[in-house]
């Protein structure tokens, strides 16, 4: 049985947003220097075309991060704009290789932490535990939608509205 109030609102699909929001995702989006800074890395083990670039990045993130080629050509193009790539054609493929200069770039940058090392890569225990609490909060949600009385409702409301400013108190504090 699916709940629908008057104004259309729908509490089972509220219930089924917020357990598809906790569900296990990739890190969002990375910053441009990060994808610079990946690729002069990657591209210090051997000449790459585009897609292999990806796959290098993937594979030294353990999968956390995947470049979307809409990132990975235009940077590299950046790259061979600032002479710190070039590209020579190989047969259907533009594959790129370190000038002196991207290399001295990419050695400084690989003195730092890694781009693929972002904070929810290192912390994969962190993220697994909240997603689990959030699962199991959308759980608690959905039993509140099949048996719990307004007043019941109500106080649940205060206790989610409460965690809420608590949760956004915390990253102020960082």
Same mark, same amino acid.
């Given at each position: 049985?699916?709940?629908?109030?008057?104004?259309? =609102?729908?509490?089972?699909?509220?219930?089924?947003?917020?357990?598809?929001? =906790?569900?296990?995702?990739?890190?969002?989006?990375?910053?441009?220097?990060?994808?610079?800074?990946?690729?002069?890395?990657?591209?210090?083990?051997?000449?790459? %075309?585009?897609?292999?670039?990806?796959?290098?990045?993937?594979?030294?993130?353990?999968?956390?991060?995947?470049?979307?080629?809409?990132?990975?050509?235009?940077?590299?193009?950046?790259?061979?704009?600032?002479?710190?790539?070039?590209?020579?054609?190989?047969?259907?493929?533009?594959?790129?290789?370190?000038?002196?200069?991207?290399?001295?770039?990419?050695?400084?940058?690989?003195?730092?932490?890694?781009?693929?090392?972002?904070?929810?890569?290192?912390?994969?225990?962190?993220?697994?535990?909240?997603?689990?609490?959030?699962?199991?909060?959308? %759980?608690?949600?959905?039993? =509140?939608? %099949?048996?719990?009385?307004?007043?019941?409702?109500?106080?649940?409301?205060?206790?989610?509205?409460?965690?809420?400013?608590?949760?956004?108190?915390?990253?102020?504090?960082?």
């Amino acid at each position: 049985m699916r709940t629908t109030s008057s104004s259309g =609102f729908d509490l089972w699909e509220t219930v089924e947003n917020l357990r598809d929001s =906790f569900a296990p995702r990739m890190p969002g989006r990375m910053a441009r220097g990060d994808v610079r800074t990946a690729i002069l890395t990657a591209l210090t083990e051997a000449p790459m %075309h585009g897609y292999q670039i990806i796959q290098a990045v993937e594979a030294r993130s353990g999968g956390t991060w995947k470049l979307s080629p809409g990132s990975v050509y235009p940077t590299l193009q950046l790259l061979a704009d600032e002479g710190l790539v070039t590209a020579e054609q190989v047969a259907e493929r533009k594959v790129y290789s370190l000038t002196d200069a991207g290399r001295a770039v990419a050695d400084e940058s690989s003195a730092a932490t890694p781009p693929w090392e972002s904070r929810m890569a290192r912390d994969v225990e962190g993220v697994k535990a909240l997603s689990t609490s959030g699962a199991k909060l959308a %759980h608690t949600l959905t039993q =509140f939608a %099949h048996g719990a009385t307004p007043e019941q409702t109500d106080q649940a409301v205060a206790v989610i509205d409460e965690a809420r400013r608590k949760l956004y108190a915390i990253l102020a504090e960082s």
